[in-house]
């Protein structure tokens, strides 16, 4: 996979997920969460184990790479998340 120096344009997508925003899109099932509607991730979800297969802010299916040491996905439009941002290992 390349990996340029190239920054992405947005990093929105790492950005809501540190400040904890609230998901539109269930990261794991890339469901529309309505409002109200309390999420359920799985325990390792939750910790930050899994890695999330769509992007909680549009709901695209991102691009993701499992790692021996953790994952990065991307959604085209929102930028890249590493597990490594989320201090998890
Ligand atoms: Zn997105």
Do not use: K
């Amino acid at each position: 996979m390349e990996r340029s120096q190239r920054r992405l344009a947005s990093d929105e997508l790492l950005a809501a997920i540190v400040s904890g925003d609230a998901p539109v899109f269930h990261p794991n099932t890339g469901q529309e969460i309505a409002e109200g509607v309390e999420i359920t991730l799985s325990p390792s979800a939750r910790a930050g184990l899994e890695a999330p297969r769509f992007c909680q802010l549009c709901g695209r299916r991102m691009v993701v790479q499992i790692r021996p040491d953790g994952w990065e996905a991307r959604c085209s439009r929102h930028g890249e998340v590493d597990s490594a941002y989320l201090g998890q290992r």
